[in-house]
């Protein structure tokens, strides 16, 4: 009995130490994040208020018929790479589409929403932007295309139609852009500051040890490195950008190799958010099984085909050695 007072005090101590010494990485990452989203997602506001967007989703407009959508849906895969998923969340709820567009236009913003923030941010653990933006945008292009063959003609009833919010002034435009770019700051400094937070308490009582042995037979299947487990699960819990700059932490201190880095982002590039993000389309009629399932599936094959290509890769360069005179 005289131990266990002794034990909780050890214990509370290095709870105290673990969580302090969390805050100035949480505050640097956050600084960092900040100087990337609130820029864009201003210029985003502009561009929305002069109609960029608008032309630039009716250019598509032809493309999109090859995937079963209708020309006016383009202009919310176009907002949904500028943005996080409420912006083009919002801008379904304005269009006459059926379920089953709902959730082929449902996968491909789930692939590439808020394509430049994210992008960047999984460019400080090592990878390369122009790798991964492309590796979004073709994937997503892919996975609507598969899915237009495959997805029954009828899934559900057509959603109901709102009013979309039109400024008509930029200082209006401005205002509301103040009032979410706050509202967005404060979201990211909570879960940024509880992620560091947590990490560095698994950290300190060895927990991430038993999180990648708990999830080590599933890193296997999909192809990935032990040392992914947390990182994976951060990514799918709370989304990539927020996973992402866990990772950017992870890489730093060395406890993912580079290897493992590479492929987690390259899954994590496609299949990401599976909590968060999927359920803002099941809330508004979007079924889960058709937009979690392709996720996974080609991440699994696109992990899976890279390790394919190294391997055999590594072979001919090993068989053009042995060619090779001494």
């Not at 960029?52 to 079963?68: H, T």
Request: hydrophobic share 55%.
């Amino acid at each position: 009995m005289f131990y266990i007072p002794l034990i909780m005090n050890t214990i509370s101590k290095r709870l105290i130490s673990s969580t302090t010494s969390a805050f100035p990485k949480a505050g640097k990452t956050i600084w960092w994040l900040l100087k990337i989203i609130l820029p864009i997602s201003l210029l985003v506001s502009f561009l929305q208020y002069w109609g960029v967007i608008s032309q630039l989703a009716s250019f598509l407009s032809p493309a999109f018929a090859l995937i079963g959508l209708p020309g006016e849906s383009a202009i919310v895969f176009i907002t949904s790479i500028f943005l996080p998923l409420y912006g083009p969340i919002a801008i379904i709820t304005t269009l006459p589409l059926d379920m089953r567009q709902i959730t082929i236009l449902a996968l491909m913003c789930l692939i590439s929403h808020n394509l430049f923030v994210e992008t960047a941010v999984q460019k400080k653990t090592g990878s390369s932007a122009i790798i991964i933006f492309f590796l979004r945008l073709s994937f997503s292009i892919i996975g609507a295309f598969m899915l237009n063959l495959f997805l029954p003609a009828n899934i559900g009833t057509t959603h109901a139609i709102h009013q979309s919010l039109i400024f008509t002034n930029i200082p209006e435009m401005l205002r509301n852009w103040i009032v979410n770019a706050c509202f967005l700051a404060l979201k990211i400094a909570l879960i940024i500051t509880c992620l560091m937070t947590l990490q560095s308490i698994l950290k300190e009582f060895n927990l991430l040890t038993i999180i990648s042995k708990l999830f080590a037979p599933l890193m296997k299947v999909m192809g990935l490195l032990n040392d992914s487990s947390f990182l994976w699960f951060v990514a799918q819990t709370l989304g990539l950008g927020y996973g992402s700059a866990v990772m950017i932490d992870a890489v730093e201190d060395k406890e993912i190799t580079v290897e493992s880095a590479r492929l987690l982002n390259y899954h994590i590039a496609i299949n990401h958010s599976l909590l968060e993000d999927t359920l803002l389309f099941v809330a508004i009629g979007v079924p889960a099984g058709w937009i979690i399932a392709p996720r996974f599936m080609m991440s699994i094959l696109l992990i899976w085909g890279i390790r394919g290509f190294a391997k055999l890769k590594f072979k001919r360069k090993k068989g053009i050695v042995m060619l090779l005179p001494d």
